[in-house]
């Protein structure tokens, strides 16, 4: 650790958004650059800093900071320097030199003690002083309050944030209740209070602690896909966080149930909990859900006839299910159609689409991700959006609608202008999604819900697409007959053999099914390098990058974890043209595949010409998008990567973690998206992941060809288990219960 002392002689650069900073440091020794989270530093204030030395490629010898603190001025000269320097509004050099000359070592005193005093300095009013005075308050303020946070092992970014969020009450409130930072701050969880409160010496039995912890427990199982916990798994999973007895923290359920932060119901006689929030979006999404369902008057003898010239026009005839489906879509307000790969869902989405274009109807068609977007727009001439894009999502934060800085401007109040809404990929879309289609979505609209419900459910919570079939309310048409089976495909032969969890033949000679035998993980890698580097691109007709490699798990040594390092090494090595950064997940280098890996509605892309110039623009990237490193700028410390379509997007370097490489991924990352070519390395894992679901979902991602590498027993085991991973969501329940209340509702 080193400590130099001195005065600020210029700063920079600064975020002001987090307050990273780089400065120039003037010092008795000399001159030193400073880098880290120094927010309300000015220039010309006297600075005693702690950090390590570093030696930056491009820029030399650095300070990292890891303490700072900015000391009074005590001497006359230091005391005209921080006044001139233009850290207080209002106050040149001139009038600095004016004042100090008038009060001189008892400057700062007279502005912290009798500010009214400095109206005695000609060119300061009455006025002026107060306002000096309280901008040097401020600033006072703000520092006493980083180095009370720090007190508490925060971290300077952090601290700006409490500070922001809290201003003066952080003492009572880190005192008494740090845990409501974990509600209030974004970046603050239960365990970073809970660490806080440790120290602020708060007991392990306080309320605070135990219905931070229960609440936390449940929002964990939101994160892993849960809508609710039943009680019981609920109370077990929180006394094991916080070491607290079950039996003392069921009062806290009903205190914050009293607080209207959970709700608990009761399903099949076991209490379930909910956190408030999203039970009444679960409920909300049920009643207007069924609230879409009416009847629409029909005219067969139309329908039979524009069929038909529609068939003549296609060259096609569509099956009896393909057929019922657009009944359905045409005379109910819900229509869901389901079926596997090759079973004809797009086609008939085409034929809905011809038929209501024939009415005259105002038609929208939207998916869950980028990628399936553009499928849908190819296969069906029609325009499609992401559902994000189609509802028009904003991501400033202020009506905050789950806690995200999420808001859609297309909602109740400013529906769609559509007569149809056509949704696929039905089975990614989460209950947020869900429930903010469904707000969207106008009285009198159709709505047709189009999906593989064999694929693993989606990222975020729910089982919508399930739930709403499960619950019998709905008319569901199931696509069952294989129409791709005559162009041979053994991927979708495969598919649906898998699914229905019949073995499959490996010693068949296929042409996009391969099984590539290895016994042991080392030669799986090996094999898993040749056929992305060398054997599958010209096979496929396809980049590199295209090839995907998808595994189970993230941990292991066929984990995405330790493929990507091996795949990094050998598809982007390390090169003297190509700027790295380390991050949160490893090192970024430029030319890297990478993915975001969550939401972030916020953050600002552009689509740019040849030339460099944007020509489109916009907000949001998500959750399993796909792009490469373009660029790493070392001095403005951003990170350049340009996703699909081009949108290019900058992330500062404390944003990183939000990327991760992304050469190989897990299954569960790579729902609704389709891939030239997919190698699945194939060994062992544990059980509640290699299963059915989950290898299914892997082998319907390819186009062209899936690539199995490993051991045929450890695939076979896989088809064989047809276990899942329970999702605790209530939908189908919710659903269930809303046609029973509308049909004693008619009774009466
Ligand atoms: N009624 C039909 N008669 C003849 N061929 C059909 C019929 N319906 C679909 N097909 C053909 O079967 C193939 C698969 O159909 P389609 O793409 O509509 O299925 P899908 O369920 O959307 O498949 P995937 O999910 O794999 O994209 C296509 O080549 C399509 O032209």
Known sequence: MAVLTGYVEHIIYRNEENGYTVLELAADSGSFTLVGTMPMVSEGEPLEAEGEFTTHAVYGEQLIVSRYEVTAPQDVVSIERYLGSGAVKGIGPSLAARIVKKFKRDTMRIIDEEPERLAEVRGISENGARQIAAQVAEKRDLRQAMLFLQQYGISLNLAVKIYEAYGPQIYTILQSNPYKMADDIPGVGFRVADEIAKKAGIHSDSDFRIRSGIYYTLMRGVQAGHVYLPQEVLLRNASKLLGVPQEAMEKHIMDLVLDKRLVVKERDGEPIVYAATYYYMELNTAKMLTDLDVAYPMDTKQMEDWLRRIEAEEKLELDVRQREA?????????????????????????????????????????????????????????????????????GTPGEEEHGDGVHFERNENHPLD???????????????????????????????????????????????????????????????????????????????????????????????????????????????????????????????????????????????????????????????????????????????????????????????????????????????????????????????????????VRYPFRQADELELAYAITVHKSQGSEYPAVVIPVLTGPRMLMNRNLIYTAVTRARKCVCIVGVPEAFQAMVDNAEEQKRYSGLNACLEEMAQWKENMENL
């Open 326 to 394: 657009v009944a359905e879509a045409i005379g109910r307000g819900v229509t869901v159609i389901t079926g596997g790969p090759g079973t004809g869902k797009t086609t008939t989405i085409n034929t809905i689409l011809r038929y209501f274009e024939m009415e005259g109807l105002q038609i929208e068609l939207a998916a869950p991700t980028g990628r399936a977007a553009k499928r849908m727009t190819e296969a069906t001439g029609y325009e499609a959006r992401t559902i994000h894009r189609m509802l028009e999502f904003m």
């Open 418 to 648: 559509a007569d149809v809404v056509v949704i696929d990929e039905m089975s990614m879309v989460d209950i947020y999604l869900m429930y903010a289609l469904l707000k969207a979505v106008p009285v009198g609209a159709r709505l047709i819900l189009v999906g593989d419900a064999n694929q693993l459910p989606s990222v975020g919570p729910g089982n919508v697409l399930r739930d709403i079939i499960s619950s019998g309310q709905f008319h569901v048409v199931k696509l069952t007959h294989i129409f791709r089976q005559s162009e041979a495909s053994d991927i979708v032969m495969n598919a649906h053999r898998i699914h229905s969890g019949e073995s499959i033949d490996y010693g068949k000679k296929s042409k996009d099914f391969l099984f590539v035998r290895r016994q042991d993980a080392n030669s799986i890698i090996n094999a898993t390098i040749t056929l992305v580097k060398e054997k599958l691109p010209p096979y496929v007709h396809a980049k590199i990058f295209d090839v995907q490699v998808m595994t189970p798990m993230r941990k292991g040594v066929l984990g995405v974890e330790n493929l990507n390092k091996i795949l990094q090494e050998y598809l982007n090595p390390p090169s003297d043209k190509k700027k790295e950064h380390t991050s949160p997940h490893g090192i970024l280098r430029e030319g890297d595949k990478v993915m975001q890996i969550r939401n972030n509605y916020q953050a600002e892309w552009e689509i740019v010409n040849r030339y460099g110039i944007p020509k489109e623009k916009g907000t949001g990237v998500f959750n399993g998008d796909m792009g490469f490193v373009k660029e790493l700028n070392l001095f403005s410390e951003e990170i350049l990567v340009e996703f699909d379509e081009g949108k290019q």
